[in-house]
């Protein structure tokens, strides 16, 4: 039997750039343009270019590091 997910569990997968960009609360376009830590993977994406993926635990810790940045800086 496999043991729940829970909140602190954590994600096994890398996020697309819109579920990223949901997360965010920012447009595709916004995060694409941003300095937000990018995966590329190799294989065939849309119109040929790579797949862009994002850890979540990067986009977290960049939006997490953006806040300060804006409360403080």
Not at 6 to 34: D, I, K, M, N
Not at 46 to 69: E, I, M, S, T
Request: with cysteine; net charge positive; proline share 10%.
């Amino acid at each position: 039997m496999s043991e729940p997910l829970t909140p602190t569990a954590p994600e096994t997968r890398l996020w697309t750039q819109l579920e990223a960009a949901f997360y965010l609360g920012v447009s595709a376009r916004y995060l694409r343009a941003s300095d937000c830590p990018k995966i590329l993977l190799p294989g065939t994406g849309p119109k040929g270019k790579k797949l862009v993926r994002y850890d979540p635990a990067n986009v977290k810790a960049w939006a997490d590091h953006c806040r300060a940045l804006r409360r403080f800086g």
